[in-house]
T-cell receptor, first 111, second 115 residues
Framework: SQQGEEDPQALSIQEGENATMNCSYK?????LQWYRQNSGRGLVHLIL?????REKHSGRLRVTLDTSKKSSSLLITASRAADTASYFC???????????FGKGTLLTVNP | DAGITQSPRHKVTETGTPVTLRCHQT?????MYWYRQDPGHGLRLIHY???????DKGEVSDGYSVSRSKTEDFLLTLESATSSQTSVYFC??????????????FGAGSRLTVL
């Protein structure tokens, strides 16, 4: 069964706007990761947040984690057309080496 | 996709035939994974390996077997392909980081169609 579930399933915004995607999960975790997948390609790691962290930044990415609500959000600021992709959260369910992915959010950034 | 190669990238086969997908890495990473990606299901773990000859099942392992005789190669075999195994298959590798978290590097995917 899917550990993480992203919301919304699809998001369409204009270039320059911010995009927020959410992830909910079911069991305790050691860390949560976000990945991006461009059409027809493999997934690429974006950012990792550990269970004892509440917020993390990397360039235009900001990730928050609320372990009490078992949820995370990914914010992409000042979006660009090149950010168009599917975004997945992945959780380890307490197992460091086995990741479970959600179904993803398809982000479309219109020029 | 540097350091990880999947083959074949595309394959069309018939129901009942055996199929083997190969994942080859040049990174000497310990962990290797096979996922399948289907519309509406996201990525689901089929099997994974934590060392040579050490493998374990994921959440959708029925109908699949794996082998890892060398660090660099992880093979996924469909003994008798069925139409429900039509999917895009991704191999991934990881090396445990110092704080215990594994970040996956994915291959480009193998698109399998079973007629």
């Amino acid at each position: 069964s899917q550990q993480g579930e992203e919301d919304p399933q699809a998001l369409s915004i204009q270039e320059g706007e911010n995009a927020t995607m959410n992830c909910s999960y079911k069991t305790s975790i050691n860390n949560l990761q976000w990945y991006r997948q461009n059409s027809g390609r493999g997934l690429v790691h974006l950012i990792l947040i550990r269970s004892n962290e509440r917020e993390k930044h990397s360039g235009r990415l900001r990730v928050t984690l609320d372990t009490s609500k078992k949820s995370s959000s990914l914010l992409i600021t000042a979006s660009r057309a090149a950010d168009t992709a599917s975004y997945f959260c992945a959780t380890d369910g307490g197992s460091n080496y086995k990741l479970t992915f959600g179904k993803g959010t398809l982000l479309t950034v219109n020029p | 996709d540097a350091g990880i190669t999947q083959s074949p990238r595309h394959k069309v086969t018939e129901t009942g035939t055996p199929v083997t997908l190969r994942c080859h890495q040049t990174e000497n990473h310990r962990y290797m994974y096979w996922y399948r990606q289907d519309p509406g299901h996201g990525l689901r773990l089929i099997h994974y390996s934590y060392g040579v000859k050490d493998t374990d099942k994921g959440e959708v392992s029925d109908g699949y077997s794996v082998s890892r005789s060398k660090t660099e190669d992880f093979l996924l075999t469909l003994e008798s392909a069925t139409s429900s195994q039509t999917s895009v298959y991704f191999c991934a590798i990881s090396e445990e980081l110092v704080f215990g978290a594994n970040v996956l590097t994915f291959g480009a995917g193998s698109r399998l169609t079973v007629l």
